[in-house]
């Protein structure tokens, strides 16, 4: 994790630009990832604001994006070998491809017209469409079997175009869609919710165990390298890579990760929050409350 580069790239690690770093300059190597989410959220703001201001030039920048990224990712295939098989594998696909902005925009610009959809459907400006969904059980299970399946077998078709290598062409593909395909696929999974529809995967999704690991992802996210590095400078020998064994280092992985974001949280985030809370943020009088509150009463009772 922290190393003699370290003091090379330190301020890539800061300003969240680790994901152009060179491959061998692997200090704090897994922060790329937060620093494609930091620098897609950066451009985030911009584009909804021209949906405020434009819903059609909203609509197309995001398309615009996405149609570029694909573009992207032809060039630097080709230019730099860049396989999804690992039976081609080259320190390229990590450098070029997969730590790079533009293999993750097009997913992320997905999100945000899903987003546009969420909205317009709460404004009531989806009627139509919403209706159909909402009160055709047959399109809702169609939206669930068609979402689940297709989710399925991309996540499969990795074993298959890892155990042997499949044709370029076919490659490319998976380059190409697999992210954009699996993020339009589980919209479509969730398509019935937000429409009021499918109380069983609401509750699910509702559960408050999902907001419990909301709050400690990013915690658990940060902390998981501590035990697997710890584990790696431990062991005696290689790792016999078979299911159980896996399988156990991961949950371990995972719990582990998780009760360190939990003592971080309870012991620096919630504190420094209650702090945050109690100094900087001004809450409204109790009396401007209660007449927040009787202006909304007396709006709804006109209505």
């Not at 610009?109 to 009627?127: D, R, S, T, V």
């Not at 175009?161 to 919209?187: G, H, Q, T």
């Not at 064994?245 to 012991?267: E, K, V």
């Amino acid at each position: 994790m922290v190393n003699e580069y370290c003091g090379q790239i330190w301020y890539m690690v800061l300003l969240f630009a680790s994901n152009f770093r060179k491959l061998e300059q692997n200090c704090l190597d897994y922060t790329w990832y937060v620093a494609i989410d930091f620098q897609l959220f950066l451009v985030a703001p911009f584009i909804v604001f021209l949906y405020s201001k434009k819903k059609l030039l909203g609509v197309l920048v995001p398309v615009i994006i996405i149609v570029g990224c694909a573009i992207g990712t032809i060039i630097v295939a080709f230019k730099y070998d860049v396989w999804a098989s690992m039976n081609k594998y080259n320190k390229d696909y990590e450098e070029k491809y997969y730590e790079r902005p533009y293999t993750r925009a097009g997913s992320y610009m997905l999100g945000i017209l899903a987003g546009y959809f969420f909205y317009e459907h709460k404004e009531g400006k989806l009627i139509k469409f919403t209706s159909f969904v909402k009160n055709n059980t047959m399109v809702q299970w169609i939206c669930y079997i068609i979402a689940l399946v297709g989710m399925a077998c991309i996540i499969q078709a990795l074993y298959f175009i890892n155990k042997e290598l499949p044709p370029r062409a076919l490659d490319l593909l998976y380059l190409l869609f697999s992210r954009l395909v699996f993020i339009s696929l589980l919209f479509l999974l969730s398509l019935p919710v937000l429409v009021g529809k499918g109380p069983w995967l609401s509750a699910l999704l509702g559960n408050h165990v999902f907001f419990v690991l909301g709050k400690l992802g990013y915690g658990a996210y940060l902390m998981h390298k501590i035990p697997m590095q710890y584990y790696a400078f431990i062991k005696r020998r290689g790792i016999y890579f078979g299911f159980a064994q896996l399988s156990m280092l991961s949950w371990g992985y995972i719990l582990l990760a998780h009760l360190l974001a939990l003592f971080c949280f309870l012991f620096i985030e919630q504190p420094i929050f209650s702090l945050e809370q109690r100094f900087l943020l001004k809450r409204k009088p109790k009396k401007a409350v209660e007449e927040d509150e009787s202006t909304l009463l007396r709006m709804s009772k006109e209505g």
